[in-house]
């Protein structure tokens, strides 16, 4: 019944900025944290950007400075947006959430369907 629905992605050129967006749909009791993964050609996924709820945002050292990770806590999305894009930026970005649901004893981890984005030279 929880799924989360990512929009956004797409082709750009080097320098230039996207936005990914992150919806619940469903009903979520509870979130712990939501966040952004990537997974590039042949490496493994790692965090990009995480938001837990009621702390601090946390990025990938590569990424710091030019992306920015907020939430609407009201909406149950998140947003990621991408500045001065490069092209190792590459890959399937992936939102995730930890969530509590009403039917459920405790947390369990959520992922979105992914969504390509190509950064050219």
């Known amino acids: 019944q929880v799924q989360l629905v990512e929009s956004g992605g797409g082709f750009v050129q080097a320098g230039g900025s996207l936005s990914l967006s992150c919806a619940i749909s469903?009903?979520?009791?509870?979130?712990?944290?939501m966040g952004w993964y990537r997974q590039a050609p042949g490496k493994q996924r790692e965090l990009v950007a995480s938001?837990?709820?009621?702390?601090?945002?946390n990025y990938v050292d590569s990424v710091k400075g030019r992306f920015y990770i907020s939430r609407d806590n009201a909406k149950n999305t998140v947003w990621l947006q991408m500045n001065s894009l490069k092209p190792e930026d590459t890959g399937v970005y992936y939102c995730?959430?930890?969530?509590?649901?009403?039917?459920?004893?405790?947390?369990?981890?959520?992922w979105g369907q992914g969504t390509q984005v190509t950064v050219s030279s």
């Open positions: 469903g009903r979520a009791l509870s979130i712990s944290t």
């Open positions: 938001l837990p709820t009621g702390g601090s945002t």
């Open positions: 995730y959430a930890r969530i509590l649901t009403y039917s459920s004893a405790g947390y369990s981890d959520y």
